[in-house]
């Protein structure tokens, strides 16, 4: 569909290549607004309709401490019926820039989980302060927000164990996310760089497939400090490799990183799965 040429069919193989050509040069565009309610988005999901709904799409939604956030449709039915429990319709949702203020992943400098929660992710002190329902991010979402999201399901790596700190994973096993989480090196990247690559166990042993959001361009990939604010370092939920101290990130001029898990300076995106 173009102007000098008008609306005719193509083969398959010219229309994605004129698609990542032009729709996608630079990355994902900015899509329409959301007007629909919560409630009925997730109806609509639940019953696998996503007419009208495009990656990039975004909606709008004010925290109770007055911070505004940009949601963006990141990926559509990525994961259905992957898992052990097998994932139903959904979308996953993460926010145009990050939260405001800094966030440590852990309070000592560790990217080891524990005997209780051998996953880095689950045990840091991240999770929690997204997590928990009383003093964490997810306190301040709206209501009607709330009631919509489910806990994300994922093949999560394992790094413990009791004879002292881990460089690198040593398993896997699925489990819960939980209702806010950040995206694994490979959601974002589409590949490990920093993360356990070659033994497979970041990689999810296939199960973390990059966000469609982020193809493309780097458009999504760069996040501001707050909405609308200057590019910043943003976490990902994933152990670096050959350390015991570091964990990956996503560096503010749009690289693969890593760094401590106790470094000040870095900040979360708000990542949630409607479903």
């Given at each position: 569909?173009?102007?000098?040429?008008?609306t005719?069919?193509?083969?398959?193989?010219?229309?994605?290549?004129?698609?990542?050509n032009?729709?996608?040069?630079?990355?994902?565009?900015?899509?329409?607004e959301?007007?629909?309610?919560?409630?009925?988005?997730?109806?609509?999901?639940?019953a696998?309709?996503?007419?009208?709904?495009?990656i990039?799409d975004?909606?709008?939604?004010?925290?109770?401490?007055?911070?505004?956030?940009?949601?963006?449709?990141?990926?559509i039915?990525?994961?259905?019926?992957?898992?052990?429990?097998?994932?139903?319709?959904?979308?996953?949702?993460?926010?145009?820039?990050?939260?405001?203020?800094?966030?440590?992943?852990?309070?000592?400098n560790?990217?080891?989980?524990t005997?209780?929660?051998?996953?880095?992710?689950?045990?840091?002190?991240?999770?929690?302060?997204?997590?928990?329902?009383a003093?964490?991010?997810?306190?301040?979402?709206?209501?009607?927000?709330?009631?919509?999201?489910?806990?994300?399901?994922?093949?999560?790596?394992s790094?413990?164990?009791?004879a002292?700190?881990?460089?690198?994973?040593?398993?896997?096993?699925?489990?819960?996310?939980?209702?806010?989480?950040?995206?694994?090196?490979?959601?974002?990247?589409g590949?490990?760089?920093?993360?356990?690559?070659?033994?497979?166990?970041?990689?999810?042993?296939?199960?973390?497939?990059?966000?469609?959001?982020f193809?493309?361009?780097?458009?999504?990939?760069?996040?501001?400090?707050?909405?609308?604010?200057?590019?910043?370092?943003?976490?990902?939920?994933?152990?670096?490799?050959?350390?015991?101290?570091?964990?990956?990130?996503?560096?503010?001029?749009?690289?693969?990183?890593?760094?401590?898990?106790?470094?000040?300076?870095?900040y979360?995106?708000?990542?949630?799965?409607?479903?």
């Amino acid at each position: 569909d173009t102007d000098a040429e008008g609306t005719r069919r193509v083969e398959f193989d010219a229309a994605a290549e004129f698609f990542k050509n032009t729709f996608l040069s630079g990355g994902v565009p900015y899509g329409k607004e959301l007007t629909e309610s919560w409630a009925a988005l997730q109806a609509r999901i639940q019953a696998g309709n996503f007419k009208g709904m495009r990656i990039g799409d975004y909606k709008p939604i004010t925290l109770t401490t007055g911070e505004k956030v940009v949601m963006e449709v990141a990926g559509i039915d990525q994961y259905h019926r992957c898992g052990d429990i097998e994932i139903g319709h959904h979308i996953d949702f993460i926010s145009r820039d990050c939260l405001a203020g800094t966030k440590v992943f852990n309070d000592t400098n560790t990217n080891n989980g524990t005997e209780a929660e051998p996953n880095p992710w689950r045990a840091s002190k991240l999770f929690q302060t997204l997590n928990d329902e009383a003093t964490g991010v997810y306190a301040t979402l709206p209501g009607d927000l709330k009631a919509c999201i489910i806990d994300k399901r994922a093949l999560l790596e394992s790094r413990y164990s009791a004879a002292g700190a881990l460089e690198s994973s040593i398993g896997w096993a699925w489990n819960n996310m939980g209702k806010l989480w950040v995206p694994a090196e490979p959601e974002v990247f589409g590949n490990t760089f920093w993360s356990d690559g070659d033994a497979g166990w970041t990689g999810g042993g296939g199960c973390n497939l990059q966000y469609p959001i982020f193809y493309g361009g780097a458009k999504h990939i760069i996040k501001g400090a707050g909405n609308g604010g200057g590019r910043c370092t943003w976490w990902e939920a994933t152990a670096s490799r050959q350390s015991s101290t570091y964990v990956c990130f996503v560096h503010s001029n749009g690289d693969a990183g890593g760094g401590w898990a106790t470094n000040g300076y870095i900040y979360a995106p708000l990542c949630f799965r409607i479903g």
